[in-house]
T-cell receptor
Framework: KNEVEQSPQNLTAQEGEFITINCSYS?????LHWLQQHPGGGIVSLFM???GKKKHGRLIATINIQEKHSSLHITASHPRDSAVYIC?????????????FGKGTHLIIQP | GAVVSQHPSWVICKSGTSVKIECRSL??????MFWYRQFPKQSLMLMAT?????????EQGVEKDKFLINHASLTLSTLTVTSAHPEDSSFYIC?????????????FGPGTRLTVT
């Protein structure tokens, strides 16, 4: 089973700050997922990446397959970015697997 | 994009009763669906893999006789919590992989919050 570690668990920052959330996993994977969960519980898929870097608006995700490490960055952070950010990897590494999740990073952006 | 729905979005039931949660892929077919559970302040945990036309595969520690999974069609999987107890109160969420063998996308339902009194 893939073990997924995330850091930090909690992060409070001021509006406009550059945010970095880190994720490491133990088993080589086909793809890593970054998810966002709001207080109501709903999950939004932000990124699914298997190599390099992806950008969507102010969000950037990078992955280093050799080091089994990924980062999620938020530029020019805004209070509406406040949420729990979760990285997830395939349970056994394969693309058709269910996912195993990190504990999540609870991000609060203060105005 | 692909959409996965869940019904109900929340349910309150009495201890000892059974509750059925539906997970539907609305605009694509899903031969596989995944069921996850999230207790308060904890991370999501994979409960089982639902396979269309065959038995579900349960993760270690998940009672298959308590959490009945039926994947009756290519767009519907159901999770029935039988003889529910307060400790089954949790957030249940399903996901389905995309149809592309290359992209490995996962599409999540909005979740069902179960409270057992």
């Amino acid at each position: 089973k893939n073990e997924v570690e995330q850091s930090p668990q909690n992060l409070t920052a001021q509006e406009g700050e550059f945010i970095t959330i880190n994720c490491s996993y133990s088993v080589g994977i086909s793809a890593l997922h970054w998810l966002q969960q709001h207080p109501g519980g709903g999950i939004v898929s932000l990124f699914m990446l298997s190599s390099g870097k992806k950008k969507h608006g102010r969000l950037i995700a990078t992955i280093n397959i050799q080091e089994k490490h990924s980062s999620l960055h938020i530029t020019a952070s805004h209070p509406r970015d406040s949420a729990v950010y979760i990285c997830a990897a395939p349970y056994s590494g394969g693309g058709a697997d269910g996912l195993t999740f990190g504990k999540g990073t609870h991000l609060i952006i203060q105005p | 994009g692909a959409v996965v729905s869940q019904h109900p979005s929340w349910v309150i039931c009495k201890s000892g009763t059974s509750v059925k949660i539906e997970c539907r892929s609305l605009d694509f077919q899903a031969t596989t669906m995944f069921w996850y559970r999230q207790f308060p302040k904890q991370s999501l945990m994979l409960m089982a893999t639902s396979n269309e036309g065959s038995k579900a595969t349960y993760e270690q520690g998940v009672e298959k006789d308590k959490f009945l999974i039926n994947h009756a069609s290519l767009t519907l999987s159901t999770l029935t919590v039988t003889s529910a107890h307060p400790e089954d109160s949790s957030f249940y969420i399903c996901s389905a992989p995309g149809t592309s063998r290359v992209s490995y996308e996962q599409y999540f339902g909005p979740g069902t919050r179960l409270t057992v009194t």
